[in-house]
């Protein structure tokens, strides 16, 4: 069974701040692995999608890595803004069946001015 | 562009009452819906998901129903709602294994 756990659960800091997200996952058959961001009360925004067979995927200020073989990913945010601040979820999305996604417990990020 | 919306945005329902919620996808064709409940503490939890109309797979045993009349309708259903019903209803559609996932804005629903 897939298990996907995000460290830390919360995370508080300056605004200008790089700072990293952690996600990691047991089962390393996936298709790919996608970064999202929660607002309170809102849906989910896709930040990033990144492929079993890649290493990394930019977007802005944003680079989400990925070491399928260890079951690890991560999101490194540089330059953050108290814009930032918000609950970041990472999902993989299993092999075979319903390919569904498999999600973690988030990160809640504030960004301090 | 595609777009995904769900309604209404909340919801607060007497206990045995029914429920309906809804979700359409604009902008694509045959694609894959899903929807998924947030409680609170428990993280996202899949309860349905559809690769075409009238197909129906559910993850969970529980009071909720799916149903998928059209291509990109999907309808989320209780006879009689209970308590533990309550939380954060979202739907979501994608086109395959290798593409992203998209979200809709969500239903609160509160069960009193």
């Known amino acids: 069974k897939q298990e996907v756990t995000q460290i830390p659960a919360a995370l508080s800091v300056p605004e200008g701040e790089n700072l990293v997200l952690n996600c990691s996952f047991t089962?390393?058959?996936?298709?790919?692995l996608q970064w999202f961001r929660q607002d309170p009360g809102k849906g989910l925004t896709s930040l990033l999608l990144i492929q079993s067979s890649q290493r990394e995927q930019t977007s802005g200020r944003l680079n989400a890595s990925l070491d399928k073989s260890s079951g690890r990913s991560t999101l490194y945010i540089a330059a953050s803004q108290p814009g930032d601040s918000a609950t970041y979820l990472c999902?993989?999305?299993?092999?075979?069946?319903?390919?569904?996604?498999?999600f973690g417990q988030g990160t809640r990020l504030t960004i301090n001015p | 562009s595609q777009t995904i919306h769900q309604w209404p945005a909340t919801l607060v329902q007497p206990v045995g009452s029914p429920l309906s919620l809804e979700c359409t996808v604009e902008g694509t064709s045959n694609p894959n819906l899903y929807w998924y409940r947030q409680a609170a503490g428990r993280g996202l939890q899949l309860l349905f998901y559809s690769v075409g109309i009238g197909q129906i797979s559910s993850e969970v045993p529980q009071n909720l129903s799916a149903s998928r009349p059209q291509d990109r309708q999907f309808i989320l259903s209780s006879k009689k709602l209970l308590l533990s019903d309550s939380g954060f209803y979202l739907c979501a559609w994608g086109k395959g294994a290798n593409t992203e996932a998209f979200f809709g804005q969500g239903t609160r629903l509160t069960v009193v």
């Open positions: 999902a993989v999305r299993r092999a075979g069946g319903a390919q569904k996604l498999v």
């Open positions: 089962d390393s058959a996936i298709y790919n």
